[in-house]
Structure formats: structure tokens, C-alpha cells
């Protein structure tokens, strides 16, 4: 009896074993749900922060805020004045009476009003990356002779004077205190350095700008109409216009500018276009110095400038013309000019704009036109006309001039039947004419003449042109100068170098064609 209860003890104690390995192995696998009550309740819970503002992310956690009243509403804008100290500069941003904000020494100016804005931000709501603790040793964060001391007036007149002491360790910031608060904290260094800026780094540097085009032109693009170049740089004066009229249709092939003065001349379109792209917007690097008085203007080299651009912007619109062409028209001009003077260390050019009373910095990348003179802007080609408007070309060497009259025939059906090359009597190749008068054509300006470089004697060789395009006739004549050079002089008056190499090429293809051999080029 005693044997079979224990059989039955052993039996059950076993059973309930199983029973419980069971209902572990089926929890840990999942094959029972639990059930708790709420006093057994261990499930694990978890909050959402709410997402930091991008601010927040940037400059920290807000030390106080007052873009908003009293009464919780927003506050168009917070700050009425700051005034501000520091290492460089002792100045006030006010509020004009236009409810804009200035610096007040120089309201009078264009206002960085970006900027302007920025400060304003930065002090209606001050963040700050880490509160130190209490501490009475803060000469230790440069508060002994603080970077900068600044007190912001509300627009309800309460007040806040915060310090700006050193450069923080290991954190991209600033040492900065509160009066009336014992905490030491660190700001982001953008808060930092536009408390440490200059009262002048506030001053508006965007100078120029396109001319505002009408609301009912949709084609019309801002243009550079007409330049003027001057300065003690230059010994002339350069003249740069678009010819609008289509009088000088000969000298614009290639671009819409006619260069007007010193010389009438074509313009170089690769050169002068980085000239023109330019000018429809400027924008200064740096202010160096508002309100100049005459003594620092020649200092900065800006009583006798090295450079002047005078120019005129405006709104070009093209339309359809009657006969099939286009037609343009400009409006809203706008009257530019830019004195240069000197440079800075860093190669920046200190200048005047529009008559705005403050010497700006200007890169050489936003003024190309600094040191450009006729040469460097005039096509390189003596000459730029189609042989169908030359009606005679005489050519002097070696004291030999030989005149080849040019027959043009519109009508015929072939090229070469499309002109008649005749000289003392005789007819020439006109397919070889045209190839030599390419190599002409390729004869070009190469630099300014040698200093001290004079006519003399006879011409080595010389070009006569009469036009049937209503153009005046001109003259080429090439004098020797150096070793590799001519002195080129025109008719106008216009003395450059051309290549001696070029003109040879030219001179050995001319002897062969008065010999009746082919003419060759390598264009």
C-alpha cells in the first residue's frame, strides 16, 4: 500500500514537471499569450520626443524667447535697437523711420538687410549649445576684457546684456554670460561672429542689378547697351556700343557690338562678351571704407582712378519685322559707373559705384574690364568684310603695286563664275583669289606697337580696299619694327604689331599667284 502511494506521489511530481517544462517552452516560443492583471503588469513602454527644430539642431536650446508677447502671439519684430561693443567697433543698429533697421552711423547707405536680419534672429531668440556651471573664476573665458558687450532693446523696452568671451574648447562656439546671471554658457560661433563684425560688414553690397522688365514682355532680356572705358590705364578712351541701327552690319558677323572708339572697329565677341556678361550684376566683396574723405580717396587711389567704367543697362525685347527679320527695341535704361584705384593685399580692387559715399572691395573676377584696353577688346583681323563688298584691292610690294579689280556676278551659276579677278589687262584665278584673300584676311593684330616704334621709309607691304557696301575705303601698311614684327599702320590712325610670319605666309602664296600657280592655305 504504502509502495503503490508512492509510485503515485512520484507519478504526479512528474506530471507536474512536464506540465511545467511545457508551458515554459510555449511561452518562449509563443505558443501562449500572457495575461497580466494591473497589479503584475511589467510590459515595457516608450515616449516620442517631439522632432528639434533645425535651429535647435544648430545653435542649441532656446535661453530665453521674445518673438512672442505676453500673451503668447507672435511678434512681428522683437528688437527695436542693438548696440554693440567689441575689439573692432563701437555701433548701434536702430530702427529708421521707415520701420527698417540700419546701422545708425550709416543709415544714409544701401543695408545689408540679410544680414541685418540675421543679427536680429539671432538675438530675438538666444540658443545656446551647453550651460556651464557657476563659477566666480570667469576671467578664465575671456570675460576680464569681454570680445564683445551687447544690449538689445525689446520692442517693449526691457533690455538684454549679454558677453562674449573667448573661443570655447573642443566646441565650435563661444564663451558667452548674461547679465544677471551666473551661468556660463557657449553659443554657436555664427551667434558669436556676427556680434564681433564691424558695424560697416552691415553696409549693403549688392550694387547692381538688371533693370526691372515690363510685365507684358516675355522675350525681353536685360543687355549691356553701351560702354565707355577711360582710367589712367588707358592712353585712349574705348567706346563699345550695340549697333542697333544695323549701320555697321559688316563689323557684326559675329557679335551685336561695334566698337566705336578709339577706332571703328569689329569687336573680339570671345573676349568682350566675358566684358558684357558682367556688367548686368555686381556685387562687392567687402566694404572698406563709408563716408571716405578726399585724403583717403587718394589714398586708395580713387582721386585719379586706375580704371573707369561708365555704362548703360536696359531691357532688350525682339520682335518679328515686316520683311521676315527681327527687330529690337530697348527701355528702362540704367545709368552705371565704376571707378577702380588701387588693390588691396589680397588683390581686390578698392573702388565707387553709383555715387554711393563708400569705398567697396571688388574681386578682379566681377570687373574683367579692369586693365582692358581697344587692343584686347577690338577683333584681332585688320579687316572683317565679305569679298562680295570689295570692289578692288591693290597691293603694294617690293615697290610694286598691282591693283586687282573685283567683278561681282550674283547671277551666275557657278562660284567661280561668280566673279572676275582682272590686273593690268589680265584675268586671274578667282578660286585662288578667294584663298588669298583669306590669307589677307588672316593677317592680324598681335600686340601693341614697340614703345618708340616710328614710320619710316616705305611700306614693306601695303593694302588698298575700295568697298561697294557704302564703306570708306582704308588702308594697310606694314613698316619694319623688330625681329618678328611689323608696325601695322591704317588710315585712321591706329599703329598695332602684326606678325612677320603671318604676312610672309601671305606674301609667298600672293608671288605665286601673280606667276598663275595655285594658291594655298591652311585655314
Not at 69 to 85: C, F, H, L, T
Not at 401 to 407: D, G, I, R, S, V
Amino acid at each position: 500500500m504504502r509502495k503503490r502511494q508512492r509510485n503515485l506521489i512520484i507519478a504526479v511530481a512528474v506530471l507536474l514537471a512536464l506540465i511545467g517544462a511545457f508551458v515554459g517552452f510555449g511561452i518562449v516560443f509563443g505558443w501562449f499569450s500572457q495575461e497580466t492583471t494591473d497589479e503584475t503588469d511589467t510590459t515595457a513602454t516608450t515616449t516620442t520626443a517631439p522632432l528639434k527644430s533645425e535651429e535647435e539642431m544648430t545653435y542649441g536650446e532656446a535661453l530665453y524667447d521674445r518673438t512672442k508677447n505676453a500673451q503668447g502671439g507672435a511678434v512681428s519684430q522683437p528688437i527695436r535697437e542693438i548696440a554693440i561693443q567689441n575689439h573692432r567697433d563701437s555701433y548701434k543698429v536702430i530702427t529708421r523711420s521707415d520701420n527698417t533697421m540700419a546701422v545708425e552711423a550709416y543709415q544714409d547707405l544701401l543695408t545689408d538687410t540679410m544680414s541685418i536680419d540675421t543679427l536680429c534672429g539671432y538675438l530675438s531668440t538666444l540658443r545656446v549649445l551647453k550651460t556651464l556651471e557657476p563659477t566666480e573664476d570667469t576671467a578664465q573665458f575671456g570675460f576680464a576684457d569681454p570680445s564683445a558687450t551687447v544690449t538689445v532693446t525689446f520692442y517693449d523696452d526691457t533690455t538684454e546684456t549679454l558677453e562674449i568671451g573667448n573661443a570655447s574648447q573642443g566646441t565650435v562656439g563661444y564663451y558667452a554670460r548674461r547679465q544677471g546671471d551666473d551661468h556660463v554658457y557657449i553659443v554657436h560661433s555664427d551667434i558669436a561672429e556676427s556680434l564681433l563684425a564691424e558695424g560697416k560688414s552691415f553696409i549693403g553690397k549688392s550694387l547692381i542689378g538688371v533693370p526691372p522688365r515690363n510685365a507684358d514682355d516675355t522675350t525681353g532680356q536685360a543687355q549691356l547697351l553701351q560702354l565707355w572705358l577711360t582710367g589712367r590705364c588707358r592712353p585712349t578712351p574705348v567706346e563699345i556700343a550695340v549697333d542697333t541701327d544695323g549701320e555697321h552690319a559688316s563689323m557684326t558677323y559675329v557679335s551685336t557690338y561695334v566698337m566705336k572708339a578709339p577706332y571703328l572697329r569689329a569687336v573680339d565677341s570671345d573676349a568682350f562678351h566675358v566684358t558684357a556678361s558682367t556688367m548686368t550684376s555686381l556685387t562687392a566683396v567687402g566694404v572698406e571704407c563709408p563716408h571716405p574723405t578726399t585724403d583717403q580717396l587718394a589714398e586708395y587711389g580713387l582721386s585719379d582712378p586706375y580704371s573707369v567704367a561708365a555704362f548703360t543697362l536696359s531691357i532688350v525685347s525682339t520682335a518679328s519685322g515686316e520683311n521676315g527679320g527681327s527687330v529690337s527695341t530697348h527701355y528702362n535704361d540704367r545709368e552705371h559707373m565704376i571707378l577702380l584705384g588701387n588693390k588691396d593685399e589680397n588683390g581686390n580692387y578698392y573702388a565707387l559705384v553709383d555715387g554711393y559715399d563708400t569705398v567697396y572691395l571688388l574681386s578682379p573676377a566681377s570687373v574683367p574690364w579692369a586693365e582692358a584696353t581697344h587692343l584686347t577688346l577690338m577683333s584681332k583681323l585688320l579687316f572683317m568684310k565679305a569679298i562680295t563688298e570689295v570692289d578692288e584691292i591693290a597691293i603694294l610690294h617690293d615697290g610694286t603695286e598691282t591693283a586687282f579689280k573685283l567683278e561681282h556676278r550674283p547671277e551666275a551659276e557657278t562660284r567661280d563664275e561668280q566673279m572676275i579677278v582682272t590686273a593690268n589687262g589680265k584675268t586671274y584665278s578667282t578660286r585662288d583669289f578667294r584663298t588669298l584673300y583669306q590669307l589677307m584676311i588672316s593677317v592680324k593684330r598681335v600686340a601693341e606697337k614697340e614703345a618708340g616704334a616710328t614710320v619710316s621709309g616705305e611700306p614693306v607691304l601695303r593694302f588698298k580696299l575700295t568697298f561697294n557696301d557704302g564703306t570708306a575705303p582704308m588702308t594697310v601698311s606694314m613698316y619694319p619694327m623688330t625681329a618678328s614684327r611689323y608696325l601695322c599702320v591704317t588710315d585712321d590712325g591706329e599703329q598695332t604689331a602684326v606678325s612677320i610670319r603671318d604676312t610672309e605666309t601671305f606674301l609667298t602664296q600672293y608671288e605665286n599667284y601673280l606667276k598663275g600657280e595655285p594658291v594655298y592655305s591652311q585655314y
